[in-house]
């Protein structure tokens, strides 16, 4: 989507705050189009279709470059639709997930994991030790697996970092997988034990969400997302389309705040009611056309049945 800067919009509210700086002129403008997009809901965005990493539960927004996400208005998982939960019934319904959730990045989450084998000094006996186990937490790629493989018959119990070019990042992603000698993993059965068909999603952080239950491995689950999007807080501008469609709104925002600034040569309070009222009333008119689409029903009246 090509973006259109706000300094295209600094011409028309210039000509109603005279000596005002360009700067302070288009910091309104960028606070006005973010509370225009917080209101009105009109910047609407479809995420590319993905699938889920199993054994991962949070995973970051896959958006333009320069937004933020505000609402999301539905997530489909293999074509049904997901709940929405808030983080209290998150942490009510999926117990598992709250207490394996830290924030943490890995290694502070991990720090107090000791590095030699599983549960070495609860069971050290030898009918405890029969299994090829390998502790290590940092990653290991295909080569050392199958040294590892030719060492000790049959496979190796890995603890692999989740990495890749998508946009899955986890805190939590440390997945314990088994390798072959063909250098690929794939997610042992103990730890999909609290894995399960994803039934909900909940956003924890602003450009984060997670995924509950953990996903397993039974299957492919793809995922398809609708949004709002809003621009970020440092942005230069916004899409094209949408800037067009919500331009009068934004540069009426921004005079409402400019002409009532303390102590400056530009101020006119009786303008900035002026311009305050048409940005109500534009910002009512988008929104109710944003939830509307370009779609009108055709209005029908029907009389009540009497007994």
């Excluded at 000509?15 to 002129?25: E, K, R, T, Y």
């Excluded at 290694?107 to 599983?118: E, N």
């Excluded at 250098?183 to 034990?193: I, R």
Aim: charged content about 20%; proline content about 6%.
């Amino acid at each position: 989507m090509a973006d259109r800067a706000f300094t295209t919009l600094v011409q028309e509210v210039s000509a109603s705050a005279p000596g005002c700086p360009q700067p302070i002129m288009l910091r309104e403008l960028r606070k006005s189009a973010i509370r225009t997009c917080e209101r009105t809901l009109f910047w609407r965005y479809v995420q590319p279709t993905f699938n889920l990493s199993p054994g991962a539960y949070e995973y970051a927004y896959n958006k333009p470059t320069n937004t933020d996400v505000h609402v999301v208005f539905e997530a489909m998982m293999n074509d049904q639709p997901l709940d929405r939960l808030t983080l209290e019934d998150a942490l009510y319904r999926y117990p598992q997930w709250s207490d394996l959730f830290s924030g943490y990045a890995p290694d502070v989450a991990w720090s107090q994991t000791t590095k030699s084998p599983l549960n070495a000094d609860q069971f050290n006996e030898p009918e405890f030790n029969q299994a090829n186990t390998y502790s290590a937490l940092e990653t290991i790629d295909a080569s050392t697996a199958a040294d590892l493989l030719t060492q000790e018959s049959g496979s190796a119990l890995l603890l692999e970092s989740s990495t890749g070019t998508r946009s899955t990042t986890s805190a939590i992603s440390l997945l314990y997988a088994r390798a072959d000698l063909s250098g690929s993993f794939n997610v042992l059965d103990p730890t999909m034990a609290d894995g399960s068909e994803p039934r909900a999603i909940c956003q924890v952080v602003p450009d984060k969400y997670v995924v509950l239950p953990m996903p397993n491995n039974d299957k492919t689950y793809t995922m398809r997302m609708f949004y709002a999007l809003k621009p970020k807080r440092d942005a230069d501008g916004m899409d094209e389309k949408i800037l067009d469609e919500l331009e009068d709104i934004i540069v009426h925002g921004a005079l409402q705040q400019l002409l009532v600034m303390p102590n400056v040569t530009w101020a006119d309070r009786e303008l900035a009611s002026y311009h305050s009222r048409q940005y109500l009333f534009h910002l009512s008119e988008r929104r109710a056309r944003a939830n509307l689409s370009n779609m009108r029903g055709t209005m029908t009246a029907r009389s009540p049945k009497f007994a």
